[in-house]
C-alpha cells in the first residue's frame, strides 16, 4: 500500500490516485503558463517491498502541457535512505512523453521516499542558516525587509563596511527556484567567511544578501508567484512606469534597493531541463541594453559586468547571447531610473544541487566583484 503526499514545506503534487496495478498518477500545481513544472511529493510504503511507476502530469487548471514538458527531461532527485539528502535517479528510470512523464522507482517495505525535479532549499533551513552564520562568524548582522503577505519575515544578513559601495544580493523572487537560494546561502558564507579574498571585499564594500525574497510562495511550493498571486521578477506587471510595485514584497524590495543608494544589484535564478543546443550544465544571463543607462560611468562598469558574465561565468553555457530583460523588471528599471548595474545568473536546476549552485554561484559573485572593484577604482 502506497500513500502519496505534499503537505509539507515546499511540497508540490494534487489528485495523487492508482490508476492500475502499481501504476499511480498525480498532477502539479501550477501558477501560469511555463511556470508549471515542479513537484516534491513523499510516497510511503506500508506494504511489502514494490516496483512502481509514478506518473507526472501537467496542471489541468494551468492547461499548458507544452509549458510544463519544456522543463524535460531533467535530473529527477530522491531522497537517500536517511532522508537527509537528494540523489539523482538514473536517466532510464525517467520518461518524457508529451503532456506527463513517468518515474519508476522501488521502494522497500516500510520505508519513505521523496521525489523532486528540483532540490528544495527550504525557508525555515535558511532562515537557521542564516541566523546560525550571524552567531558563529560575529561579523554580520540579520535583518528583515518586513514581512510578506502571509507575514512571514523576509530576511537576510548584512556584512562588510558601512560606508563603502552598497551591494544587494538576492534570489527565490521565483520560489521554486532552488538554485538560485543555494547560491546566495554560499554567497553569505564567503563573504563573512575567513577567506582573504572575503576579508578584502569585507573592508571595501557593505553587503545585504536576501536568499529567500518570497518566503510564501517557498513554504508553499509555488512556482512563481507571491501570495497575493504576483510575480516578483515581473513585479510592475503591465505597468512598468509605476511609481512602485504595488504588491506587499514587491514594494520591500524596490524600497530596499532605491531608498538608499544601491551601487550593485545581484538576482539568482533557475530554471530546469537539458536543452539541445545547449552545453553542460546549461546556465543562462539577462541583460538589458546598455543605452538604458543614464550616467555614462555607471555604463561603462555595467558593459564590464556583461564583459564578465560573458567570458567568466558559465551563463552562455545554454545560449551565446543573453536573454533580455522585461521592461516590467525591478533589472530594467533599476537600471532606467537609477543607472543600477546588475549581474542576473540562471543557474540550470538540472545540473544542479546544493554544491553545484554554490559553485556556480560564487564563480559569478567572485569575479563580478573583482571587475566591480576594479571599475569602481579605475573608473
Ligand atoms: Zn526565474
Not at 104 to 109: I, T
Request: charged share 25%.
Amino acid at each position: 500500500m502506497l500513500k502519496f503526499s505534499s503537505t509539507f514545506e515546499c511540497g508540490n503534487g494534487k489528485n495523487f490516485c492508482q490508476i492500475s496495478e502499481n501504476r499511480y498518477r498525480c498532477e502539479v500545481v501550477g501558477d501560469k503558463k511555463v511556470y508549471c513544472y515542479y513537484f516534491c511529493f513523499e510516497v510511503e510504503n506500508t506494504g511489502g517491498d514494490t516496483s512502481f511507476t509514478v506518473e507526472v502530469w501537467h496542471d489541468p487548471v494551468v492547461n499548458d502541457p507544452e509549458g510544463f514538458i519544456s522543463h524535460f527531461p531533467t535530473t529527477i532527485w530522491v531522497t537517500t535512505d536517511d532522508g537527509k539528502r537528494f540523489h539523482a535517479l538514473e536517466q532510464t528510470c525517467c520518461h518524457t512523453l508529451d503532456d506527463h512523464i513517468e518515474i519508476s522507482l522501488f521502494l522497500k517495505q516500510g520505508k519513505k521516499l521523496r521525489i523532486t525535479n528540483n532540490w528544495p532549499c527550504t525557508y525555515s533551513d535558511t532562515c537557521n542558516f542564516l541566523k546560525n552564520l550571524v552567531k558563529d562568524r560575529k561579523n554580520c548582522k540579520l535583518f528583515s525587509l518586513g514581512t510578506s503577505a502571509g507575514n512571514r519575515e523576509i530576511l537576510g544578513i548584512k556584512t562588510g563596511n558601512a560606508s563603502g559601495p552598497r551591494i544587494l544580493c538576492l534570489a527565490g523572487q521565483h520560489p521554486v527556484e532552488f538554485p538560485g537560494i543555494w547560491a546566495c546561502r554560499a554567497i553569505a558564507d564567503f563573504i563573512t567567511s575567513g577567506i582573504p579574498l572575503a576579508e578584502s571585499l569585507r573592508n571595501k564594500f557593505l553587503f545585504e544578501i536576501i536568499p529567500v525574497a518570497n518566503p510564501d510562495g517557498n513554504v508553499a511550493g509555488r512556482n512563481c508567484f507571491t501570495d497575493e498571486g504576483i510575480d516578483l521578477y515581473q513585479v510592475f506587471g503591465d505597468n512598468p512606469d509605476r511609481k512602485q510595485p504595488d504588491s506587499i514584497e514587491g514594494k520591500l524590495l524596490w524600497r530596499w534597493a532605491t531608498e538608499q543608494r544601491t551601487d550593485l544589484w545581484i538576482n539568482f535564478h533557475c530554471y530546469l531541463g537539458w536543452r539541445t543546443n545547449s552545453e553542460f550544465p546549461y546556465d543562462g544571463w539577462y541583460q538589458v541594453p546598455y543605452d538604458v543607462f543614464k550616467d555614462h560611468s555607471k555604463r561603462k562598469i555595467y558593459r564590464a559586468l556583461c564583459d564578465t558574465m560573458r567570458l567568466l561565468t558559465d551563463a552562455p553555457s545554454t545560449s551565446t547571447e543573453p536573454d533580455t530583460h522585461w521592461l516590467n523588471s525591478y533589472e530594467y528599471q533599476l537600471a532606467r531610473r537609477f543607472s543600477i548595474p546588475h549581474a542576473f545568473y540562471e543557474i540550470n536546476g538540472a545540473t544542479a544541487g546544493p554544491f553545484q549552485s554554490a559553485k556556480r554561484g560564487l564563480k559569478v559573485f567572485r569575479n563580478i566583484m573583482k571587475t566591480f572593484e576594479h571599475v569602481m577604482k579605475n573608473g
